[in-house]
């Protein structure tokens, strides 16, 4: 592991969204060709009190803000809800650690509009929706006082991975960790987010983290500066903080709960602990493993087709090298299939379009295609 001290100290600056935008949205519920928005702020003076969802409906089957939070709860077990009988009335909400029934009492604002950062307060939630519209709740009638939900940060889901996606375990002992690292860019529209699973005993800092990756994987080094990361790269990618754009440090134990830590040098790790690093304003997003390809030296990809595309039943993968791993994203980073086999059965995926990965014994590459 290469360590480089130098005479200056780079000074955090956090990031602040200028604009919160659908594009910024990662986390999208329901099915049908018309969209909302949610924003929950719970106001409970963190730097991740404000959560952005979308949400997928037909103008047909009158859909009610309501039901956004119920689609919410039913594929996020980190997420709950309690709401009047009549659906009008919002009593609590629960995210992760976040919950309102912890907090003094209160209520809950209603709102909506036509962006995140312009909406007017309203009646209930027992509203209905409207394509594009965008929807809030922020905790808070008298203290704190009644305001408009603040800019959100795009909620991740626990469900898009976790430990047993991991295939290969780096040192050994008896507590698991994963380490994501997410370069803050994409490489066809799948983020540049890479995870590797370590086992240690007792506890373990994320700076011994980071040395026990870099011992064990060939393509993998960090720099510090004056106790602060400077810089990683992985295979060919390294990306190096500035004075704007520093390298962040999180910790969770999944991706829909990172929490900031302020010094990276004196972040520890213990058991199902995750660690999550990255530069710019993303969070550490949907990651992909490549320590096989990188314990080579480099991150390889490999060539290969799939076909039919578009595709209505059956996608098959075609390539000349031996498949370890195929796995179907959504353009939000969803994984929704994971197999080890050229053809894939894909009458459950919603008609759209789709990233496929594959991983072989040399690297791993990524093609769209098409569900019909």
């Not at 018309?34 to 089957?61: E, H, I, P």
């Amino acid at each position: 592991m290469k360590r480089i001290t130098l005479g200056f100290l780079l000074f955090f600056t956090q990031f602040i969204f200028a604009q919160f935008t659908a594009n910024d949205v990662k986390f999208y519920v329901g099915t049908g060709n018309q969209t909302a928005y949610l924003v929950v702020d719970f106001k409970d003076g963190t730097d991740d009190r404000s959560y952005a969802w979308g949400y997928r409906f037909n103008t047909v089957d009158n859909k009610k803000m309501v039901d956004i939070l119920t689609e919410i709860q039913a594929v996020e077990p980190n997420f709950s809800y309690f709401a009047s009988s009549n659906g009008t009335y919002l009593d609590a909400v629960q995210f992760n650690d976040h919950d309102s029934d912890n907090m003094p009492y209160d209520d809950w604002s209603i709102w909506n509009g036509s962006s995140a950062s312009n909406m007017s307060q309203n009646a209930g939630i027992g509203m209905s929706l409207q394509d594009n519209g965008w929807y809030g709740v922020s905790w808070g009638w008298t203290n704190p006082s009644v305001a408009h939900p603040a800019t959100p940060i795009p909620a991740y889901s626990s469900q898009w991975y976790s430990k047993n996606d991991i295939t290969t375990w780096l040192g050994t002992g008896a507590n698991q960790s994963l380490i994501v690292i997410d370069f803050g860019t994409d490489t066809a529209n799948v983020a540049d987010s890479y995870v590797f699973g370590i086992k240690y005993n007792g506890t373990i800092t994320a700076e011994d983290a980071l040395d026990l990756i870099a011992t064990e994987v060939t393509g993998f080094d960090y720099v510090m500066n004056t106790n602060v990361l400077s810089s990683v790269t992985i295979g060919s990618k390294t990306e190096t903080a500035t004075a704007n754009n520093t390298w962040k440090t999180y910790k969770g134990t999944d991706l829909s709960n990172w929490k900031t830590e302020n010094n990276f040098s004196q972040t520890s790790l213990t058991n199902n602990e995750w660690l999550g690093l990255s530069i710019g304003s993303r969070r550490p997003f949907t990651p992909q493993e490549i320590t096989s390809s990188l314990s080579v030296g480099k991150i390889t990809t490999v060539d290969f087709s799939v076909y039919p595309n578009p595709a209505n039943d059956v996608l098959n993968i075609q390539t000349n090298e031996t498949i370890k791993q195929v796995t179907v994203y959504n353009m939000q980073g969803r994984k929704l299939i994971q197999e080890a086999s050229s053809v894939l059965n894909i009458t459950s995926l919603s008609s759209g379009v789709y990233l496929v990965e594959l991983q072989t014994t040399n690297g791993t590459s990524s093609v769209k295609f098409i569900k019909k």
